[in-house]
């Protein structure tokens, strides 16, 4: 396939690709911070990247929002993900809140939120 | 109206009610937290009785939360399989907590009791929301509850250990929902239904279509709820997390909450997942693979242990590879011995945690070197232990050599004697471990005089004394639960 | 009555079992009461047993099926003539062990332990004979194996502990393989019943084979086989004597039991003569008899020496049983009786002697004859039985199985046993030389009148019984273990109905 | 015909309750037990002497129906007639004498007790009427009799007592494997000839025979087994060697006789089965080994100097002559056997009878000397005289002087060598043979002449001047029967040849012409007397040859004797490669049980440490990305700044250029200006731009040395997991028991990777199958 086509596909699944780059920065973020709120806002970024996804797959091209108007039909957008992802958002914001906790009691234990230092100062660290 | 017909909502309602009423109570009537708590989950255990018999005598059934009828609204379906995991969460559940409503006053800060129980209930609560619910999107909602309800009773003892531990345990499982949204999300792609039924339905001609987004899920649902019930190389956060917990802790997660993932994977991929899909792709090979590397490398893990609770976890982690083995063989008798095992391991597992945490309660030892002469000490929790050991070895009478007898024997029946193999070898492991513990216990003398043990109350007696009565029951009378087992894995598996 | 003779087996097994509970919470308050009890128990189990005499003799099997486990998994109780011999012999000795036990038990420590264990033990043991399939067999194969562990670390000295240690590993691993065994032949056969009219195994193949090796590990290990029989020279010189003596007589003899069992109606005797299986048992049991009789003579300890004898006379059952002629069958059988009599006065007086003398090795033992001139008769007596000297029981299942080894055409074996005859010789008779005839150690030159200083009467009768029924075992025309076997040889060889 | 007798039975009854009743009895009075005991002997020898009709008229028989489930047989035939009565009544006269020898020795009780004992047993070999019983009597005689032969429990005795009882349990065993191989062949054990059907099942003669000739032979003390029985005699009190070689050799001799002479042989003789001839061939060894036995006693006994030795190796080499006319016997076979066959009849009651008196005699001796070593003890001629004579009088019959009993028995012996050159097939060897006899009976003569001339002659020591001679009147009264008998049956020989020996060829299958032409035998002639004569005169050379030359007091080096050079060693062997071997065996086995344990544990331990090895690998490398990743920040960071500083010059430009189309002059003025605004800007640009140049230089160092830590990392996770192996525990303890965040990253990362690897896998099947 050439790279027109190439490109084209992208731009039509251009939603999909982003979401994928996104959880992609996600995970990267998640795996390289020692910081551990850093950590948090990884995984943070990584569920908004399957929201996207999900809300995504309700998209409809110029599809507008569910709202009925009598006389007007347009293509509307599947109502469905986004009010699935509305819950899925919650879940995320408690989990999100629950993890900063653990943290903060962490940083009471420890006085950081570097992993590397909690690990020197527990001193058993095996690096 | 007929309350009976609304069992499958209140078995989730009323814990989850009761959860958030505790806290109050928990500041006004200390008192009642804990028979509260109980009075709650003898009811769902009661309603999880009636709902199996009415399985039983009328087959599966469905109920429409909100009269919603799908693909609208959202369905429980009560099979034979939930049902029978209803039945073993609650009733496990029941005696963990009735043990612990004791323990935990040593092990727990008493501000934080009356959260504890909250805790608790939203875990059965999800718990067997996760079992019933025939709704995909549900189940993602449910297991998250149960993610952090369970980080929440590891966390709650404010030891560094738990803390740190939880904290792990939560992003891993957090990666692990994630996962199952984005196939969640794969799959409605290609579906357009969330529920079970319609899924699979709309799978067979959709796999035509779009077979990569089919394995993609597929991947993403079997990594997602591996890392979640402790698939061997997913199992990484599983030994801090319930060693360090306080003991009824331990044992709940231990004994039901990483088997909960597993049903939920048994009855994603057996029931939405179209069979042919499964005999092009080979994830079942996949899952035995692994299963078989948990069930061995388990075992030597945790014959190099010195923590007696370190110890059971990697047990577990065995113990979870004998129930995907018997998924992953795909015959019936297999299937079988790994839906019993989910059962019986709850039960030996949640006695082994409950014990040790007797030993913690009553000596505060950790270490096994710690725990010689325990026998004569503390008998009761350590003829428990002996009693769970020797079903771990699977010696007969005791409810675990139901379950190998059974997973060889599927092992057998699809002509590959490797795994009986297995099976028995990870078994002389368990032996090597869990013996020496009990003779230790009974027949070595401590190094230095130990000074004699707390007497245990009878709350922490009794649960120990039924549950080991169960182990010999079931292992004597299995017949008690293999119908209902049956007729699962025969639903399972289309026969 | 038809019902009760049916339950007859149930009530020999759990009778013990529910006493074992009485007796542990009676011993809470007398231990007269305690003993009473054990020796009760164990009489009135072997009074059971021989009220079955009439009906197994009369050919009549009788089968009772507790309840299924499992579709096609039931336990089960069925007795034949075979296991009516051995559960009559095992009664019988675990009844003269009780009544022993009593004096000799007296100044160890864990009493309250060791009777519970004991009754156990025996119902275990009967539940083993008494199986009505291999499922129920290996659940009380299991239970006695795990159980006797007790017995044997009951000193729990350090090597106790390691013996015993050893022997959980052996013997789990052995359960292990057994299970294997027992579910492929349940794959294979779709049931494990002994009461199947025809083998449950027919056509030869590999999983077949792997069944068999299994079942010989399985069964082998107990019955002390060659590359398997490491933890019997630990474990059972450790056990308290009347323990080792049941150890060494009867507990052995279930391996044996086991493999009989598998052989003829697992396989079925046409099956191993056309495959001819049964030659790997024989190899093995060749170099079990020579190397349990050589090491044994290397032995000092007088209890490890009659640990490792035992292994050599295991050899002689085994090969009896790889013979799979009638004769040979007879002779294996009747050697089970034999040896459970020999083994069993040997530990005894050995118990007796440590009990009184604490003299352990048999370089100590000069002159312990005339110091205990009834124990070391007794010795004596079952020694010769197990040189094989007519006319003691030992040369008669000795004689029967060399017979069994000419009919089948291999004057090899017969070779063998005799050899294996010479070294118990090289390693009894000194015992007994130097028991009536040897210096004193220590003590004065042997002209000074030894004053006797015999072991308490209550230990004397059984050992006395045994010694004597060593004897009439081998003279008596027609005696009752002597018919046993062969009946029990014919109807094995009739393909067990 | 046959008769059913309860007497066998009866006869090995009595003596055996006898001998219970005799021990109980000792409890009570010495007295009452020795009378006791020689009553139940005299009972016995009633009880078998009044078999005499039965056996004269035919068989008795006696069969326990399946007592030993097989059956115990009594057979009485004449020959075992003849043995019993020769053995009952040897054993009344050693009872009688025991109860005065036995007088000062300890355990009297278990004396007589084993001495009644064995008197049963021996009964019950020659009453048994299959191998079966003969088997079973002849193992319960060996054990019996060791307790007698070890009485006096000197080490020096129990070491006899254990080479008797291990080379008695391998004869036993021998003869058992023997017996086997019969029963297993025929299907009967019966003492009857059955040549045929052996042949017909099968079995190989030479086969089964030596085990038999092992099992006896070593009874009857057949050279080179005979190494038991010095030492026992030497050891044992007199009257059991009296028993002993008057009684329990000759069991050993009928055992043979009843192999060689009865079970295989033909029963129908008129015709020869096919494959017979090999009994002859096995006749020939057995009459070598007989010759071998008798020149190989007598030379030792030459050398001997303890009178009970001398004796003991004098009974090797009789019964070397009883062997050889049994070898003759199934040499000869059918047509001339009954020569061979008489003169060891003949010769074995005979010597029963002398053998027994010298014993006693030299007991009587020791009984008044405690002594009987021919160096010390000597000249007892003048203060003994009746045991002199009594002693030279058996010493006539042992030379074979005519008018001893001897003389009848020899002359038969060595006409059967003779006849067996002569119709045998005029083998040289036997020509041989028969000068070896010759110079075996002129040795007897020696040795016993040197006997003689040692303990009666010469002059007595001071030390035994003062002993009590007195010799008790119930010892004088045995000896006088025995050398009456000696001396009737010298001057009588054809009664007891045909009264006795003859008679007891009954139911062998020897031709009857053969016994017929033996009764007519006058000893008294020229042909049978030059033998003597010969050995007389060879004997006198010979003992003065050897008296000149001091060989009496010759000691045989050790690796002479057949003990040290053969047994012994065998024996040494036998025990090195039983007990080395097998316990070597035996503890290997438990080793690899052992390692392979340790092995599997350590395994384990290897897995978790390389688990947590693996984990520091990750971490590491995670860091190392990190810090890659910030770097690219920093990298980032300064790009950006370089740009907006850029941006901000170009800012600056293009003010300057609005001021420009404004005041020219001003433009002119400020010029210089701008041209050194844009001087520096640029001047800044590039400023910026070499910072960021050396900045990522600096970044690549830095990813350098990252990457060197990672790998350094690796270096040491393999050799931290070289040295976990050395201190396992502690290092695994300490890398298990601490929690770190740090491996989530790890975890993650693996989960990733599972995840990557399902995907791989599963797109790849469903792809390309």
């Known amino acids: 396939m050439s790279i027109t086509e190439i490109v084209l596909r992208l731009h039509a699944n251009s939603y999909y690709f982003f979401a994928i780059l996104l959880f992609i920065i996600g995970f990267h973020t998640m795996l390289t911070h020692n910081n551990l709120i850093k950590k948090v806002i990884g995984m943070n970024i990584m569920d908004m990247a399957i929201f996207l996804f999900f809300v995504a797959i309700g998209y409809v091209r110029g599809g507008r929002s569910p709202i009925l108007e009598p006389g007007v039909n347009h293509a509307f957008i599947n109502p469905l993900p986004s009010a699935l992802i509305l819950t899925g958002i919650v879940v995320a914001v408690s989990v999100t809140a629950y993890a900063l906790s653990l943290i903060i009691k962490l940083y009471k234990h420890y006085g950081t939120i570097d992993a590397e230092e909690i690990m020197r100062i527990r001193g058993g660290g095996s690096l | 109206m007929n309350f009976s017909q609304h069992l499958p909502a209140l078995i989730v309602v009323v814990p989850l009610l009761f959860a958030f009423v505790m806290p109050l109570l928990a500041r006004w009537r200390k008192q009642w937290c804990v028979p509260v708590t109980l009075g709650a989950i003898i009811f769902s255990f009661a309603a999880a009785l009636q709902m199996a018999f009415q399985v039983m005598s009328t087959g599966p059934f469905s109920y429409y939360m909100g009269d919603w009828p799908p693909p609208w609204g959202i369905e429980l379906g009560i099979d034979y399989l939930a049902a029978f995991a209803a039945l073993t969460i609650n009733g496990v559940g029941l005696l963990i907590i009735w043990f612990g409503s004791k323990d935990l006053l040593h092990e727990l800060k008493p501000e934080v009791l009356g959260w504890y129980y909250t805790l608790y209930l939203l875990l059965m609560a999800s718990m067997v929301g996760i079992v019933i619910t025939n709704d995909i999107f549900n189940m993602f909602v449910f297991l998250e509850i149960c993610a952090i309800a369970s980080c929440g009773i590891i966390s709650i003892k404010e030891s560094r250990d738990c803390i740190e531990a939880a904290f792990k345990y939560l992003v891993l499982s957090v990666l692990g929902s994630g996962a199952f949204l984005l196939a969640v999300a794969l799959l409605y792609m290609v579906t357009g239904h969330l529920n079970f039924t319609f899924m699979a339905e709309a799978l067979p001609e959709a796999m035509v279509l779009y077979p990569n987004n089919l394995l993609v899920a597929m991947g993403l649902l079997v990594v997602g709820l591996g890392v979640k019930a402790a698939l061997f190389p997913l199992h990484v956060w599983l030994p801090d997390a319930h060693s360090s917990a306080p003991s009824p802790s331990s044992a709940v997660l231990s004994a039901l909450v990483i088997k909960v993932y597993a049903v939920a994977m048994i009855r994603l991929l057996y029931l939405v997942f179209p069979r042919e899909l499964l005999g092009i792709a080979p994830v079942m090979e996949m899952i035995l693979w692994m299963s078989t590397l948990a069930i061995i490398i388990g075992s030597m893990f945790a014959i190099v242990q010195d923590d007696i609770k370190k110890m059971l976890a990697y047990s577990s982690i065995a113990q979870i590879g004998y129930v995907f083995l018997g998924v992953g063989l795909m015959s019936e008798s297999a299937l079988v011995g790994g839906i019993l095992h989910i059962f019986n391991h709850a039960t030996m597992k949640s006695m082994l945690f409950l014990a040790a945490g007797a030993f913690i309660y009553g000596t505060g030892a950790r270490k096994l070197s710690e725990l010689k002469g325990i026998g004569h000490t503390m008998p009761i929790p350590t003829i428990a232990f002996c009693i769970g050991a020797f079903s771990m070895v699977g010696i007969p009478i005791t409810s675990g050599f139901i379950s190998k007898w059974y997973l060889a024997l599927g092992a057998l029946d699809v002509g590959r004697p490797f795994f009986t193999a297995v099976i028995l070898i990870s078994s002389l492991l368990n032996g090597i471990y869990y013996l020496p513990i009990v003779v230790n216990a009974f027949f070595s003398k401590p190094e230095e005089a130990v000074p004699a043990p707390k007497q245990l109350p009878r709350e922490m007696l009794v649960p120990l004394a039924l549950l080991s009565f169960g182990v010999i029951l079931f292992g004597v009378y299995p017949s008690l639960i293999l119908g209902i087992v049956y007729r699962a894995a025969q639903l399972l598996l289309g026969l | 009555m038809q019902f009760l003779g049916s339950f007859l087996p149930v009530w020999i097994v759990m009778f013990p079992m529910v006493m074992t509970v009485v007796i542990y919470y009676v011993e809470q308050r007398s231990e007269k009461m305690r003993n009473a009890l054990a020796v009760a128990t164990s009489v009135v189990t072997f009074l059971s047993v021989l009220a079955l005499y009439p009906g197994v003799m009369a050919g009549k099997i009788i089968e009772f099926e507790l309840f299924q486990i499992l579709p096609n998994l039931a336990v089960s109780f069925r007795v034949d003539i075979l296991s009516f011999s051995l559960a009559l012999l095992s009664s019988f000795i675990w009844m003269l062990v009780a009544i022993y036990s009593i004096d000799y038990m007296c100044k160890e420590h864990g009493c309250n332990r060791y009777y519970p264990v004991l009754i156990i033990t025996l119902a275990s043991c009967m539940g083993i004979f008494m199986a009505g399939d291999l499922f129920t067999l290996f659940v009380f194969f299991e239970m006695m194996s795990l159980i006797s562990y007790v017995l044997v670390v009951h000193e729990e000295t350090i090597e106790a502990l390691r013996a015993g240690y050893k022997y959980l590993i052996m013997t789990i691993i052995g359960g292990l393989a057994l299970f294997f065994g027992i579910i492929i032949t349940f794959e294979l056969g779709g049931s494990v019943s002994l009461s199947n009219p025809v083998p449950l195994i027919s056509e030869p193949s590999t999983l077949a084979f792997f069944a068999f090796i299994s079942f010989l590990i399985g069964f082998g290990m107990k019955a002390g086989m060659f590359p398997l029989h490491v933890w019997l020279p630990d474990a059972h010189p450790v056990a308290p004597s009347p323990a080792s003596a049941l150890l060494s007589g009867i507990m052995l003899k279930t391996g044996a039991y086991g493999l009989l069992r598998v052989i003829f109606h697992v396989y079925g005797i046409e099956f191993m003569q056309e495959t001819g299986w049964t030659v790997i048992l024989a190899v093995v049991a060749v170099i079990t008899i020579l190397l349990g009789s050589a090491v044994a003579i290397t032995q000092d300890n007088l209890k490890r020496r009659l640990a490792y004898s035992s292994v050599g006379q295991m050899g002689y059952i085994l090969l009896g049983i790889s013979i799979l002629n009638e004769r040979a069958l007879m002779g294996n059988i009747f050697h089970i009786f034999s040896h459970a009599f020999m083994k069993s006065t040997l530990f005894l007086a050995a118990g007796a002697i440590i009990l009184k003398t604490g003299k352990k090795n048999i370089k100590d033992l000069g002159g312990i004859g005339r110091q205990m001139p009834f124990t070391m008769f007794a010795f004596t007596l079952a020694a010769l039985s197990m040189i094989g000297i007519p006319p003691f029981n030992g040369f008669l299942s000795k004689w029967t199985l060399s017979l069994g080894a000419m009919d089948a055409g291999v004057p090899f074996y017969v070779l063998i046993l005799l050899i294996s005859s010479l070294l118990n010789g090289l390693y009894y008779l000194p015992i007994i030389i130097a028991a009536f005839f040897g210096e004193e150690q220590g003590e004065g030159h042997k002209h000074e009148f030894v004053k006797i200083n015999e072991a308490p009467y209550k230990m004397l009768i059984p050992i006395a019984i045994l010694a004597v029924s060593c004897l009439l075992f081998g003279l008596l025309p027609s005696n009752l273990p002597f018919d046993l076997s062969r009946v029990a040889a014919e109807y094995l060889l009739r393909g067990g109905f | ?769």
């Open chain 4, 1 to 769: 015909m046959i008769f059913t007798s309860f007497l066998p039975v009866a006869a090995i009854l009595v003596p055996w309750l006898g001998a219970l009743a005799v021990f109980l009895a000792g409890y009570l009075s010495e007295k009452l037990r020795n009378l006791l005991a020689v009553l139940v002997a005299l009972a016995t020898c009633g009880i078998v002497l009044s078999l005499y009709p039965y056996v004269q008229a035919g068989t008795a028989v006696y069969r326990f129906a399946d007592l030993m489930s097989f059956g115990l047989y009594f057979r009485v035939d004449f020959l075992s007639f003849v043995f019993a009565a020769l053995f009952s009544l040897s054993w009344l006269f050693a009872t009688i004498y025991a109860t005065v020898y036995m007088k000062k020795e300890h355990a009297q009780n278990r004396f007589y007790l084993f001495l009644l004992l064995t008197f049963a047993h021996c009964l019950g070999v020659v009453l048994a009427g299959d191998l079966f019983s003969l088997f079973l009597f002849f193992e319960l005689m060996t054990f019996s009799s060791y307790v007698l032969v070890i009485h006096r429990q000197t080490p020096g005795a129990i070491r006899a007592g254990n080479i008797a009882i291990y080379m008695g349990v391998a004869g036993g065993l021998a003869l058992l494997m023997g017996i086997f191989i019969i029963f297993a062949g025929v299907g009967s054990l019966d003492l009857v000839p059955m040549l045929e059907r052996i042949l017909a099942a099968g079995i190989n003669p030479l086969l089964v025979i030596p085990l038999f000739m092992v099992g006896f032979g070593i009874k009857m003390g057949m050279a080179p087994l005979h190494i038991w029985m010095p030492r026992a005699y030497e050891e044992g009190p007199s009257p059991i060697n009296a028993i002993s070689s008057a009684a329990m050799l000759k069991a050993g001799a009928y055992g043979m006789i009843r192999i060689m002479g009865m079970v295989f042989t033909p029963a129908n003789p008129s015709v020869m089965p096919a494959g017979a001839e090999v009994i002859k061939h096995i006749g020939l060894a057995v009459i070598w080994f007989g010759i071998f036995t008798m020149v190989m006693g007598a030379a030792l006994a030459i050398l001997q100097h303890n009178a009970k030795r001398i004796l003991a190796y004098s009974s090797v080499s009789q019964m070397g002559y009883i062997l050889m006319c049994i070898g003759v016997a199934a040499f000869l076979g059918f047509e001339k056997g009954a020569i061979g066959f008489s003169g060891a009849m003949y010769h074995i009651i005979n010597h029963s009878v002398f053998k027994a008196a010298l014993f006693m005699v030299v007991g009587a001796v020791y009984l008044i000397t405690l002594d009987v070593d021919i160096s010390r003890v000597r000249g007892m001629m003048k203060k003994l005289p009746f045991l002199a004579i009594v002693f030279l009088i058996s010493y006539v019959a042992i030379a074979g002087v005519p008018g001893g009993s001897g003389y009848a028995s020899k002359a038969i012996m060595h006409r059967a060598i003779v006849y067996a050159y002569k119709y045998g097939g005029e083998f040289t060897s036997l020509w041989v043979a028969e000068k070896f006899y010759v110079l075996a009976s002129a040795m007897t003569v020696v040795y016993f002449a040197k006997l003689f001339a040692g303990m009666f002659l010469g002059k007595m020591r001071k030390e035994h001047v003062s002993l009590n001679f007195r010799v008790s009147p119930l010892i004088k009264a045995i000896l006088f029967l025995y050398s009456a008998t000696i001396l009737a049956v010298g001057f009588f020989p054809n009664f007891v040849l045909n009264r006795i020996v003859i008679p007891a060829g009954a139911g062998f299958s020897f031709d009857a012409y053969g016994f017929k032409a033996l009764k007519e035998i006058n000893f008294f002639l020229w042909y049978d007397l030059q033998e003597p004569l010969l050995v007389f005169a060879l004997a006198a050379v010979m003992y003065l040859v050897l008296d000149h030359k001091r060989i009496f007091d010759w000691k045989a080096p050790e690796w002479l004797s057949i003990e040290y050079s053969f047994f012994l060693p065998t024996a040494r062997f036998f025990f090195r490669t039983c007990c080395n071997f097998g316990t070597a065996f035996d503890t290997a086995i438990n080793r690899t049980y052992l390692q392979s344990g340790k092995i599997a544990t350590e395994m384990c331990k290897y897995i978790t440490v390389f688990d947590s090895s693996v984990n520091k690998v990750y971490e590491s490398s995670g860091g190392a990305a990190r810090r890659l990743a910030e770097q690219a920040e920093k990298f980032d960071g300064v790009i950006n700044e370089a740009y907006e500083k850029s941006g901000g010059v170009a800012r600056k430009i293009a003010d300057g250029a609005e001021q420009f189309d404004g005041v020219i002059n001003e433009a002119y003025e400020k010029s210089g200006g701008v041209a050194r605004m844009i001087a520096d800007g640029a001047e800044q640009f590039d400023g910026v731009i070499n910072e960021a140049y050396e900045k990522s230089g600096q970044m690549a160092r830095q990813l350098a040395d990252k990457t060197a830590e990672l790998d350094s990392s690796l270096g040491e996770v393999y050799e931290q997991s070289g040295e976990h192996s050395r201190s396992l525990w502690e290092r695994m303890r300490g890398s298990q028991s601490d929690w770190n965040i740090k491996n989530l990253n790890f975890d993650s990362l693996l989960i990733a990777l599972t995840l990557g690897l399902f995907l791989i896998i599963l797109l790849y099947y469903t792809r390309f199958n």
